[in-house]
């Protein structure tokens, strides 16, 4: 996802004019009615109008200017600004000045900070209050797949509108105000649901999913403790890993009693031959 510009604390109410500071400048502008349309004053004296920006145009948009790889996500923030700027019909000698309060606008609506994400799952963003869930294994395998499309140079390229769609789609599971449908937010609306639903289903690797790559004993350990567990208690690795030391002890100690663990597998000897024997003198044949 976009950085999100920085924005100070509104000097007024909404309904007249208010200063934001975006990237260490400062812009005047009014919302009438946050995420539907915004007017900033330039330096000529103009005065301009942003039209809404939408979940159809944001989705399209971050498709356009932003590529995930191996590296991570990269993100082309002036040329989304300048997206923007073309629906709103922006005149080409102002799109320089207007960028960053463009990008502002199109993150953030206008709309105060949202909430972080509550145990049972609602959180407050941009205009709705939405509950989320984290999506399974199957949905994500599916949005994947589905986001692939053969590339010019023999590779896939992936769709990260539809990849993105198809994850609100599976975590967002209620919009309040009722009768609301994803298609109908608008954009800032839709980057705050963004960040969250990313959040929630992206953990992030953690220092035990390091450890089990490793090929030393300790980590093999680690691993096979791990996965004993998970199949007895229906666990995740998650819930084993936060788990208390002394809790997991026990644990492992009543499965000893129920169910042994399998002796480690000895080598396998082969029968000595002649080269074994220590007066043994070999030659090697080469072609």
Same mark, same amino acid.
């Given at each position: 996802?976009?950085?999100?510009?920085?924005?100070?604390?509104? $000097?007024? /109410?909404a309904a007249v004019p208010f200063s934001i500071e975006v990237d260490g400048r400062r812009f005047s502008v009014q919302v009438g009615t946050p995420g539907e349309a915004l007017e900033v004053d330039t330096s000529t004296g103009e005065r301009v109008r942003l039209r809404r920006w939408s979940f159809e145009q944001h989705l399209r948009a971050l498709d356009r200017h932003a590529t995930a790889d191996e590296q991570g996500l990269r993100f082309d923030a002036d040329s989304f600004a300048r997206d923007v700027l073309r629906d709103s019909e @922006?005149? +080409?000698? *102002? @799109? $320089? =000045?207007l960028a960053p309060v463009a990008l502002w606008w199109a993150t953030t609506g206008?709309? $105060? +900070? #949202?909430? #972080? %994400? !509550? &145990?049972? #799952?609602w959180v407050r963003a941009g205009s709705v209050r939405a509950r989320l869930r984290p999506w399974t294994f199957a949905e994500r395998s599916r949005a994947l797949s589905d986001s692939l499309t053969p590339s010019a140079g023999g590779g896939q390229e992936l769709s990260l509108e539809r990849y993105l769609r198809a994850m609100l789609s599976a975590s967002v599971v209620a919009l309040e105000p009722a009768?609301? =449908? *994803?298609?109908? *937010?608008? #954009?800032?609306?839709?980057?705050?649901l963004l960040e969250v639903a990313v959040a929630l289903n992206d953990s992030g690797e953690r220092d035990e999913d390091r450890?089990?790559?490793? /090929?030393? +004993?300790? /980590? !093999?350990?680690?691993a096979r403790t791990t996965l004993r567990l998970c199949k007895a208690l229906g666990w995740t690795p998650s819930q084993v890993w936060e788990t208390p030391a002394a809790e997991v002890?026990? %644990? *492992? +100690?009543? %499965? $000893? @009693?129920? =169910?042994?663990? &399998?002796?480690? /597998?000895?080598? @396998?000897?082969?029968?000595?031959s002649l080269a074994d024997h220590p007066d043994a003198v070999v030659i090697q044949v080469e072609d």
């Amino acid at each position: 996802m976009p950085e999100v510009p920085t924005r100070t604390a509104r $000097e007024s /109410s909404a309904a007249v004019p208010f200063s934001i500071e975006v990237d260490g400048r400062r812009f005047s502008v009014q919302v009438g009615t946050p995420g539907e349309a915004l007017e900033v004053d330039t330096s000529t004296g103009e005065r301009v109008r942003l039209r809404r920006w939408s979940f159809e145009q944001h989705l399209r948009a971050l498709d356009r200017h932003a590529t995930a790889d191996e590296q991570g996500l990269r993100f082309d923030a002036d040329s989304f600004a300048r997206d923007v700027l073309r629906d709103s019909e @922006v005149p +080409a000698p *102002l @799109v $320089e =000045e207007l960028a960053p309060v463009a990008l502002w606008w199109a993150t953030t609506g206008g709309y $105060e +900070a #949202g909430s #972080g %994400l !509550q &145990a049972d #799952g609602w959180v407050r963003a941009g205009s709705v209050r939405a509950r989320l869930r984290p999506w399974t294994f199957a949905e994500r395998s599916r949005a994947l797949s589905d986001s692939l499309t053969p590339s010019a140079g023999g590779g896939q390229e992936l769709s990260l509108e539809r990849y993105l769609r198809a994850m609100l789609s599976a975590s967002v599971v209620a919009l309040e105000p009722a009768g609301l =449908e *994803l298609a109908m *937010l608008d #954009g800032a609306t839709t980057a705050a649901l963004l960040e969250v639903a990313v959040a929630l289903n992206d953990s992030g690797e953690r220092d035990e999913d390091r450890r089990m790559k490793a /090929s030393d +004993a300790d /980590s !093999q350990k680690l691993a096979r403790t791990t996965l004993r567990l998970c199949k007895a208690l229906g666990w995740t690795p998650s819930q084993v890993w936060e788990t208390p030391a002394a809790e997991v002890d026990r %644990l *492992l +100690a009543l %499965l $000893e @009693v129920v =169910e042994p663990a &399998a002796p480690a /597998s000895a080598p @396998v000897r082969r029968a000595p031959s002649l080269a074994d024997h220590p007066d043994a003198v070999v030659i090697q044949v080469e072609d």
